[in-house]
């Protein structure tokens, strides 16, 4: 898929649409709100700074403290490339090859990618597979609208499987290793502070793109299991594609979901790289080591003997935790003055993003603790 739409992120898109219909999409539209400023924040660091914030954690807040920012970097980390290995092998199922031994082969294929740096080839190849794949879903979800979808404009249950679905999209919106990723990409790309605005706007068109794509997702997802109470397996999410490619449709979704899959590997491996090395002062020889030592556990995690789409939307409800530190690590950074200058967050702003941090973690948090309570 594209800008922020991976793996994980289509399978829970799907999940809405098969289980809610279009009774989630407020939701969908208010989280760009977040996505957009969380990230503007994050990439106007990296421009006005020149730097990651792994290395602005360190140099503000002191080595051991930095040290410590990076353990939960570390988990954020690990979780991410937890959900994609999973998201990844459930595409591949769809083929009749079992995780087993999908996923120790796409660890290595990612090892190796990361080794030898040649990410570009690969994204064009994996973008042009993800633009087809998102106008099938385009294509499908305008039949499931002329076959008389209505459209539900707020709706609210305190049930757990729709408390769950919150906790999920939200942390499958607000990815953590977005943090990391953002400033040190702009900073790598040296754009000039007078092109603040170029940052600006392709962040907000980003967002809100990822945001009607998933939308796009769950509308053709509406009506593949009528009467789900519980949540939908992969191959009856893949029927969502029937009215564009027929009986191929498992084989189309299963591609989809390996390209958007190691698209987001590549992202991940690079915040990974960048964010832990700036944060412990590492030399650039490092991230290669960092990538292997958290990838491992990912790929552990991801061989459990349990349900893959249940472990995939697990982790994704996770992530919540993990964009705490982060996220209010960033907020402290972008609100000094003394480092960001006349770029630095202060009144009206200031107030926008650490409300917006507040109520993505907050209402991801209550999704959690009332789930469970329940």
Do not use: C
Not at 83 to 91: D, P, Q, S
Request: charged fraction near 10%; avoid cysteine.
């Amino acid at each position: 898929m594209l800008a922020d739409v991976d793996a994980a992120s289509a399978i829970v898109a799907g999940e809405n649409g098969a289980l809610y219909g279009t009774k989630l999409i407020w939701l969908l539209l208010l989280l760009a709100v977040p996505l957009f400023v969380i990230q503007e924040v994050a990439g106007r660091t990296g421009v006005v700074t020149r730097k990651g914030l792994g290395q602005l954690s360190r140099e503000k807040f002191g080595r051991r403290r930095a040290a410590f920012s990076a353990l939960p970097m570390a988990v954020v980390n690990i979780l991410s490339f937890s959900i994609e290995y999973t998201g990844i092998a459930l595409g591949l199922e769809i083929f009749g090859i079992p995780a087993i031994l999908s996923i120790p082969v796409v660890f290595a294929l990612n090892l190796l990618l990361v080794y030898e740096r040649n990410y570009a080839k690969v994204e064009k190849v994996l973008l042009v597979i993800s633009v087809v794949l998102v106008a099938a879903f385009a294509i499908s979800g305008y039949y499931g609208v002329l076959k008389g979808v209505e459209f539900t404009p707020f709706y609210f249950v305190a049930t757990p499987t729709f408390l769950f679905l919150i906790a999920t999209n939200i942390g499958s919106t607000i990815e953590p290793f977005m943090l990391f990723y953002q400033p040190s990409a702009t900073a790598e790309k040296e754009m000039k502070k007078e092109h603040l605005w170029a940052m600006r706007l392709e962040t907000g068109l980003g967002a809100l793109t990822s945001q009607v794509i998933i939308i796009i997702i769950g509308i053709a997802s509406i009506g593949v299991n009528p009467g789900a109470v519980d949540f939908v397996s992969v191959t009856v999410l893949a029927s969502s594609l029937s009215p564009v490619a027929g009986n191929y449709a498992p084989v189309v979704f299963g591609i989809g979901l390996v390209s958007a899959g190691f698209l987001a590997l590549i992202v991940i491996s690079l915040g990974t790289a960048w964010g832990v090395t700036e944060a412990m002062g590492w030399n650039r020889k490092n991230r290669f080591r960092v990538y292997l030592l958290e990838s491992a556990p990912a790929l552990i995690i991801s061989l459990l003997p349990i349900s893959l789409l249940k472990l995939t939307l697990g982790l994704l409800a996770l992530d919540i935790l993990a964009l705490i530190v982060p996220g209010a690590m960033l907020g402290l950074i972008a609100s000094d003055n003394a480092l960001m200058g006349e770029y630095s967050l202060k009144g009206l702003n200031k107030m926008i993003f650490w409300t917006v941090l507040f109520l993505t973690v907050g209402g991801g948090l209550t999704s959690l603790i009332v789930l469970f309570w329940k």
